[in-house]
T-cell receptor, first 114, second 112 residues
Framework: DSGVTQTPKHLITATGQRVTLRCSPRSGDLSVYWYQQSLDQGLQFLIHYYNGEERAKGNILERFSAQQFPDLHSELNLSSLELGDSALYFC?????????????FGQGTRLTVV | GESVGLHLPTLSVQEGDNSIINCAYSNSASDYFIWYKQESGKGPQFIIDIRSNMDKRQGQRVTVLLNKTVKHLSLQIAATQPGDSAVYFCAENGGSARQLTFGSGTQLTVLP
């Protein structure tokens, strides 16, 4: 158990809909990262938050947004969903503000858009 | 842009043999590298890391080698076991805010 909790584990929704994925980082970790993993693909970095502030954006679509709350949990919002958004979405947390330490991953949310 | 890439998408080894998984990186500013193991349906799990001031680091049955001259990283698994079957990703902190950037992964299959 990495200590990172993601909910829900599975999500099935229709095109055009909006969903929210939730991540609780390891106790004490201030950094939260979101990654997308499509079928047979690597992990694509989406966005990084540190202590409530956005630190970096990767290949995140404008239809997607995220935030980190004062209690350090984070939410990834996906709107106007398309079939191609079907993927595994992972959250990772680390103690550092930058990538100089190990990041711990949650078990992911599998999103299926039908 | 900068990227991390893997030389082989799949690797099959006999149980008990040693495995070597390779990774090339292109961001010379990266100074921290990690190997992750991902089993089917699970999140990536940390295996071992190495900083750029080292060229070798050993863990339990695993060794990571870093060659900064040719920007190459490798993961060696000794006495490979069936439980080692998984996808292995290398990652570097080469992102714009030094976030981890991942390679495309190598599927390791351990044959009985």
């Amino acid at each position: 158990d990495s200590g990172v909790t993601q909910t829900p584990k599975h999500l099935i929704t229709a095109t055009g809909q909006r969903v929210t994925l939730r991540c609780s980082p390891r106790s004490g970790d201030l950094s939260v990262y979101w990654y997308q993993q499509s079928l047979d693909q690597g992990l694509q970095f989406l966005i990084h938050y540190y202590n409530g502030e956005e630190r970096a954006k990767g290949n995140i679509l404008e239809r997607f947004s995220a935030q980190q709350f004062p209690d350090l949990h984070s939410e990834l919002n996906l709107s106007s969903l398309e079939l191609g958004d079907s993927a595994l979405y992972f959250c990772a947390s680390s103690a550092a503000v930058g990538g100089g330490t190990e990041a711990f991953f949650g078990q992911g949310t599998r999103l299926t858009v039908v | 842009g900068e990227s991390v890439g893997l030389h082989l998408p799949t690797l099959s080894v006999q149980e008990g043999d040693n495995s070597i998984i390779n990774c090339a990186y292109s961001n010379s500013a990266s100074d921290y590298f990690i190997w992750y193991k991902q089993e089917s349906g699970k999140g990536p799990q940390f295996i071992i890391d190495i900083r750029s001031n080292m060229d070798k680091r050993q863990g339990q049955r695993v060794t990571v080698l870093l060659n900064k001259t040719v920007k190459h990283l490798s993961l060696q698994i000794a006495a490979t076991q069936p439980g080692d079957s998984a996808v292995y990703f290398c990652a570097e902190n080469g992102g714009s805010a030094r976030q981890l950037t991942f390679g495309s992964g190598t599927q390791l299959t351990v044959l009985p």
